[in-house]
């Protein structure tokens, strides 16, 4: 299939205020979006979905029947709709209202107000959602890679297993904690370990320190998946536990693509 361009793309804009829905769809259009449909409530963006899709979902966060993580959890739990990517406008500032949207596979958030570089990176990232290409390993074959994948939110791992399996990766097994990843770990191999961060019973950087120390998983790559602030002291301690590589929530395919292709070419 080939790739689509912003000017191919349908975008449903869900915004309760009449004003930042002109304002919104006036940048998009500076951006060259081909087609823009606009609602202000969720039931409205429902039945919009239900009647003829969408290529991208950009949502405000509270609207009077509802909220943007009532409608993210909606499209994300339809199989109809659940590979549509979803990006949030907001200011919202609070760490575990956004972490909310992470945990549920957001494509990107952006701040209201928002800068044009700020949108057109985020669009970026969700073009790269939408146009998928396999990855090219020189001593693998992408699609026997096998992949552990860890996280306790069912939607997050549907988010990154769609980022995955977009690039070729076909063995991905799930795991919903560190505690059932490492009996997973006891019985099978792995040439790649994708893991959370916060996670009951064992966390990700438990499963880490467990792979790294373990002379049987040491040379297994680890990315460790997490929206955690990168200068925070859980960041500085997840770093001593020899994880490779650190990638933040939302899930951006550009940035994993590097790091796979680092990772799996040492």
Do not use: W
């Not at 909310?100 to 107000?113: D, M, T, Y």
């Not at 998928?132 to 992949?147: A, G, H, I, N, Y």
């Amino acid at each position: 299939m080939e790739n689509i361009s912003l000017s191919e793309v349908n975008i449903l804009l869900i915004e309760p205020s009449d004003t930042q829905r002109k304002i919104i769809t006036s940048l998009l259009i500076k951006e060259n979006v081909g087609e823009i449909d606009s609602v202000s409530t969720i039931a409205e963006a429902k039945s919009a979905l239900k009647a003829h899709g969408s290529d991208v979902v950009v949502s405000s966060m509270y609207f009077e029947d509802g909220t943007g993580l009532d409608l993210l959890k909606h499209i994300k739990g339809n199989d109809e709709t659940a590979s549509i990517p979803f990006m949030l406008v907001s200011s919202e500032n609070r760490v575990a209202k956004l972490d909310e949207f992470k945990q549920a596979g957001v494509a990107a958030i952006l701040p209201k107000p928002f800068k044009p570089v700020h949108l057109s990176r985020a669009l970026k990232a969700t073009l790269e959602l939408i146009n998928t290409s396999e990855l090219e390993l020189d001593l693998f074959d992408v699609e026997e890679v096998r992949v552990l994948l860890v996280d306790d939110s069912r939607l997050a791992r549907n988010h990154i297993r769609r980022v995955l399996e977009g690039m070729g990766l076909k063995k991905i097994q799930e795991a919903e904690n560190g505690a059932m990843a490492l009996t997973y770990i006891k019985d099978n191999t792995y040439d790649l370990v994708v893991t959370d961060y916060n996670m009951p019973e064992m966390d990700g950087r438990e499963l880490s320190e467990f792979i790294r120390f373990n002379p049987q998983t040491s040379h297994i790559p680890i990315i460790m998946v997490t929206s955690e602030a990168a200068d925070s002291a859980h960041m500085a301690n997840i770093q001593q536990t020899g994880v490779n590589a650190l990638c933040d929530k939302p899930f951006e395919a550009d940035e994993v693509r590097r790091m796979l292709v680092t990772l799996l070419s040492d």
